[in-house]
């Protein structure tokens, strides 16, 4: 049974490994590539490790320990390269919407409020 759900988890990083890496191909810009390779960062590595736990149980506790850790951070770190690539002025493919930025400057210019 521990075998079992070893080969369920480790399928469930894989697929998110490999639904990141498409990501990274087939994404127009910086900020959806980083939504991308975020999922393969947290839930790739996450399945891999469960499943790593199940079938070594020697090593569990850290696995565990890793796990906890990598869900933590990784998350932390796609969001400070994004937070950077914007400050440094890194545009958007298709924007409509800049909820940081030019979008507030073109409405007080145009006299529209931006709770409209």
Excluded: C, N
Aim: hydrophobic share 50%.
């Amino acid at each position: 049974m521990g075998e079992i759900l070893a080969i369920a988890a480790i399928l469930f990083g894989l697929f998110f490994s490999v639904v990141g890496v498409l990501g990274l191909v087939r994404m127009p810009d910086i900020y959806t590539r980083l939504h991308a390779t975020g999922k393969v960062s947290t839930l790739g590595l996450f399945g891999l490790l469960v499943g790593t736990a199940f079938l070594l149980p020697e090593v569990t506790g850290k696995v565990i320990a890793l796990a906890v850790f990598a869900v933590l951070t990784l998350p932390v770190s796609t969001h400070a390269i994004a937070k950077s690539a914007y400050s440094h002025g890194v545009p958007l493919a298709r924007a409509s919407r800049d909820d940081f930025g030019t979008a507030k400057q073109e409405s007080a210019r145009s006299g529209v409020s931006a709770s409209d």
